[in-house]
Every structure is written in C-alpha cells, then in structure tokens.
C-alpha cells in the first residue's frame, strides 16, 4: 500500500488538506465550547449501549486507504483501531457487516457525478476489495452499496432487524460523506456509537466538524477501549449469513 509521508496531526488523511498548525489548536477548542453550548440547549444526550449490537464497518478498500488514489488517504490509524473492535465483535460472536462501493461501468450516470467526476482506471474493481487487516470472515456479509448510506437501496435494515439488533456500532471512512449518512439513516431505528479512532477522513476540517455533529445530534461518539469493554460483555449473538 502506498504511504504519505505527510499525515496530518491526528493520525490520518491527506497532507494537504491538513489543518494549519497555528489552527489546530484554537480551532479544536471552539468546537468543544460548542459542543458545550449544545449540552446547555439539550442536544448531545447519550443513547448508551443495547444489549444486542452489531458492527458496520464504512468503506475500508483500497480505493480510499491508498494516498495514491483519487479519493485515497492515509488511514492506517483507522484501520488498526477498525481491527481492535472487530476482534472483540468476534469474540462476542457478534454480527460484523462490510460496505463498498457497488462499481459497475455500465451504471447509468447521476445528477452526482457532477460533483465528483470519479478517474477509474480499466480494472477497477480490485479497488474496492476489503483491507486484508480487517480479516474478514465467510460468514460476515459484505454489502455493495451505490450511495453514501450502507441503508439506501440495500437490505441492511431488514437484516439487522431480523437479527433484533438494537445497537449499531459504525467504523470506516468518510468521516464527512458515508459515515456520517449511515449514522443518519441509523439514528431512528437503533442506537448508534461511534468509536473515534476508527473513523477517518481524507481532510482534518471536515473531520472534526462532522465527528462533533454526529455526537451532537446521531450518536454516541466514544473511544475504542470504551467499544472493546462492552463488546466483551456481549452476548453471544448468531452471526449474519452471507
């Protein structure tokens, strides 16, 4: 995998879209006075674990953890941390869902592509195989998803209920874009936590906006040692099919 030798501060993402250093600091204290402004209206409750989670990990292919690709950045950090709560989710036989991009040539273009004219090269499709990291398991599904939710115009709703899942742990990239729209889609039906260390972001900004409104107003952000304890003290749950 290739590496970028300027990650940013916090571990991660693209060297130029980095935050400026005499910025960081000022700018990570202003979004804790607001998240303290919010806790004063009442936003940023805690919806706290159920007691029979599942695990979503976001998008960690190729196409976004290779510095050399279109979209891609350094997300090592992600991965690892990503690799710490799957062990456990293991552990605890609970269910563990991958996303990636549904890429077809032949898909029609949408208004979207406007936004983001994608450059795929002939074999594209190797770039959104799994991180081999993440070992991933026969019996962990993997869906193929066209949108930035892992819920729009997929089954994941109907498979997680099935399974009376009623708390959804969501790991993966991008921080700003399908993180953030699968714990939109999440937010109503289960309750959603956020480990810190395994989500990232190609650009610091949106990272630590998006994380702090996700924590405001869609889930539980928290950190890994914090996942892996409760996540330990699961029951054992069947796993998804393939």
């Given at each position: 995998?290739?590496?970028d030798s300027n990650v940013?501060?916090?571990?991660?993402?693209?060297?130029?879209l980095r935050l400026p250093d005499e910025l960081r600091g000022p700018l990570l204290s202003h979004l804790q006075t607001l998240r303290g402004r919010y806790l004063q209206r009442g936003w940023a409750g805690r919806v706290g674990f159920g007691s029979r989670p599942a695990v979503i990990?976001?998008?960690l292919a190729k196409y976004w953890l290779d510095p050399g690709q279109q979209i891609g950045s350094s997300l090592d950090a992600v991965v690892l941390a990503t690799r710490r709560v799957l062990d456990a989710a293991r552990a605890a036989s609970v269910p563990i869902v991958f996303t990636t991009f549904a890429h077809d040539p032949a898909e029609p273009p949408s208004p979207h592509d406007r936004k983001l004219?994608?450059?795929?090269?002939?074999?594209?499709?190797?770039?959104f195989e799994l991180d081999?990291?993440?070992n991933r398991q026969s019996t962990e599904k993997v869906i193929r998803k066209r949108y930035a939710s892992a819920f729009k115009d997929t089954n994941l709703h109907t498979m997680l209920t099935a399974l009376s899942v009623d708390t959804l742990i969501v790991m993966g990239v991008s921080t700003s874009?399908?993180?953030?729209?699968?714990?939109?889609?999440?937010?109503?039906?289960?309750?959603?936590i956020v480990p810190r260390e395994a989500v990232g972001e190609r650009c610091e900004l949106m990272h630590e906006v998006f994380l702090l409104d996700i924590d405001i107003d869609l889930a539980d952000v928290t950190n890994v040692d914090d996942v892996v304890r409760h996540l330990s003290e699961a029951q054992g749950q069947r796993p998804l099919s393939r």
């Open positions: 995998m290739a590496t940013t501060s916090c571990g991660f993402g693209s060297s130029d990990v976001i998008d004219r994608f450059q795929f090269p002939a074999d594209a499709a190797e770039l081999p990291r993440l874009h399908c993180v953030y729209a699968t714990c939109r889609d999440a937010t109503d039906s289960f309750r959603v």
